[in-house]
């Protein structure tokens, strides 16, 4: 694919105040991105661990599966995640992220909706070893989707957009720290939707 074909160019930006956030519609065509789906569908190492829920422990409602360097440990909902190695597609992901947006990233977390009941509910990625201002570069295959975000001190104003196969969002700069994002139910839905989360652990914690 060429890195600064059209489909790099035609860029939506939501926002670009108390942070960014951009939008490519069509970052990766569509013989691409329905290969890319397909492997990781059946490759990928996908699991659903339990999370703690106001004191009880629940199922993730979705697969999911962290990929990165070694040692970029993340600890998110309460528990420590420890990267598995770089699958091939996914490593040429990360390059191409890298190169285009001239960042630097070293892991992922793959997110797999298997249908409109697997959800992502209302959060920031906020987390320590991620830093004060990370890059989240974010990518759909698959069955398109909501992604609902807002103003943490305005969370009534809700902001909604659908992402479709093949596309890429970037949060930067303070966005993290002003917004909340998530993917909603939407139980009409039947196909599933796979999203990759690049970004670049700064630090990682102790296995």
């Not at 992604?147 to 001190?153: A, P």
Request: proline letters at 5%.
């Amino acid at each position: 694919m060429d890195l600064f074909s059209e489909s790099y160019l035609s860029m939506v930006r939501l926002e670009q105040q108390r942070g960014q956030l951009d939008c490519f519609p069509n970052w990766i065509a569509d013989s691409e991105a329905n290969e890319l789906f397909k492997e990781f569908s059946e490759q990928l190492q996908w699991s659903q661990p339990e999370l703690n829920v106001y004191g009880r422990r629940v199922l993730t409602p979705r697969l999911v599966a962290w990929y990165g360097d070694a040692g970029a440990n993340y600890r998110y909902s309460g528990a420590l995640h420890k990267p598995l190695p770089w699958h091939p597609r996914l490593l040429q992901l990360k390059q191409r992220l890298e190169q285009q947006f001239e960042i630097k990233l070293n892991s992922v977390l793959a997110n797999f909706y298997r249908n409109g009941d697997d959800s992502m509910g209302w959060h920031s990625d906020n987390e320590k070893e991620l830093g004060a201002e990370p890059v989240i570069c974010s990518i759909s295959l698959g069955q398109p989707r909501y992604f609902d975000y807002r103003l943490i001190q305005q969370p009534k104003e809700k902001h909604r957009i659908e992402l479709g196969h093949g596309s890429l969002i970037i949060m930067q700069g303070e966005f993290q720290q002003w917004w909340q994002h998530q993917v909603p139910k939407q139980k009409r839905l039947q196909r599933g939707r796979i999203n990759l989360t690049f970004r670049l652990v700064e630090f990682s914690y102790a296995t």
